[in-house]
């Protein structure tokens, strides 16, 4: 499979632990973005890279979120101290960024988090 | 910041019938309006996107239009059938200042709930 993935599919974890989500990106894409999904809504962006470099965060991504895309494929996503509210479905999308030009966002399955 | 308004919020349909879905955007500076489809536990899938340089843009049975000056955009769904029921959102994207307008992150409506009857 050769688009966006996604790991764990699912996680349950207790209000106050920290958890941390992966995703890899199509390879050739050197554009990723974090979304979050909550029931009933669209999706809302958190942060995106290009490359190794975070080029924008949100104001929903309060303190306790992280992102970090080290070597310019994969990223991981870390929330730390979760509280009930961050249970959701966090998305991650990849876009090619060429030439001074964006393409299209790919989707990956996401990861519903649920915290209990 | 961009505001993206969707509606209607449900849709019902009877199989064979048009659907068309409208979203208004509130930054003029906008310039990428894609659609997406997200059925019952999937991912997004983009289904259709229209850039500010073009007005309309078709594929096969589904259609996009853009207004610039109203700003809003509708995408049409022409021939429905039962496999076209799913969630759909619009999305509007502004250009990343310093990277020659492309766009960066996002903004989504609330999502359209389309039904299509057998």
């Known amino acids: 499979d050769t688009g966006v993935s996604q790991d764990p599919r699912h996680k349950i974890t207790k209000r106050g632990q920290n958890v941390t989500f992966r995703c890899d990106p199509i390879?050739?894409?050197?554009?990723l973005y974090w979304y979050r999904q909550t029931l009933g809504q669209g999706p809302e962006f958190l942060t995106y890279f290009q490359n190794e470099a975070q080029l924008e965060k949100s104001r929903l991504l309060s303190d306790r979120f992280s992102a970090e895309r080290p070597k310019g494929s994969f990223s991981t996503l870390e929330i730390q101290r979760t509280e009930q509210g961050d249970s959701a479905m966090y998305l991650c999308?990849?876009?090619?960024?060429?030439?001074?030009?964006?393409?299209?966002?790919?989707f990956g399955p996401g990861t519903r988090l649920t915290v209990t | 910041g961009e505001n993206v308004e969707q509606h209607p919020s449900t849709l019902s349909v009877q199989e064979g019938d048009s659907a068309v879905i409208k979203c208004t955007y509130s930054d003029s500076a906008s310039n990428y309006f894609p659609w997406y489809k997200q059925e019952l536990g999937k991912r997004p899938q983009l289904i259709i996107d229209i850039r500010s340089n073009v007005g309309e843009k078709k594929d096969q049975r589904i259609a996009v239009t853009l207004n610039k000056t109203a700003k809003h955009f509708s995408l049409h769904i022409t021939e429905t059938q039962p496999e076209d029921s799913a969630v759909y959102f619009c999305a509007a994207s502004e250009p990343v200042g310093g990277y020659g307008g492309s766009q960066g992150n996002l903004i989504f409506g609330k999502g359209t709930k389309l039904s299509v009857k057998p």
């Open positions: 999308a990849s876009s090619l960024f060429l030439a001074g030009a964006s393409y299209e966002q790919y």
């Open positions: 390879s050739e894409h050197n554009r």
